[in-house]
């Protein structure tokens, strides 16, 4: 099972503020939509909480340390290996985060869909750094909205 990791992030490695994306860029919200659709996701409870439904068509699975913790329409678990266990047999499991969950599973990921905004913006959380020696970026498309906010899509694999 490969694992991968979303996320969007602001030129600073912002990544959200008070639990909430600090932007509204609809095509990233697509474009997670599409990378995401039919895969098991895997999220802490605070990501969980912010978006706060199940995300449909995706087995939805939270990371908690609370093993008391149900959520209707979710899989919840206190450990990444239940995780993986949980999304049973599967070609990818989708990290969606939050921050913690980021900067522990970065070592253990195949692959990040990162989308890049050329912004900077204050915030609480940031996505970890990362070994530029340990990934290659195998695509990037780069696009402008219609309120001129210019952002990319990235695909990085990590090296063998």
């Not at 609809?26 to 999220?43: C, G, N, Q, W, Y």
Request: proline share 4%; aromatic share 8%.
């Amino acid at each position: 099972m490969r694992i991968a990791m979303i996320a969007a992030m602001a030129k600073n490695r912002v990544i959200g503020r008070d639990n909430k994306m600090p932007w509204h860029l609809p095509e990233d919200l697509r474009h997670f939509k599409a990378m995401t659709l039919s895969k098991p996701i895997v999220m802490g409870r605070k990501t969980f909480e912010s978006i706060g439904r199940p995300l449909p068509g995706r087995h939805n699975i939270v990371i908690s340390r609370n093993s008391q913790l149900s959520i209707e329409g979710v899989t919840c678990v206190t450990t990444f290996d239940e995780a993986m266990t949980m999304a049973g047999d599967c070609d990818e499991l989708v990290v969606i985060g939050g921050g913690q969950l980021y900067q522990q599973l970065l070592p253990k990921a195949d692959v990040l869909y990162l989308t890049l905004i050329d912004l900077d913006v204050d915030g609480d959380t940031v996505f970890p750094e990362w070994d530029d020696g340990s990934w290659q970026l195998q695509n990037s498309v780069t696009a402008t909205n219609d309120k001129g906010l210019q952002y990319s899509f990235n695909t990085l694999f990590k090296k063998c």
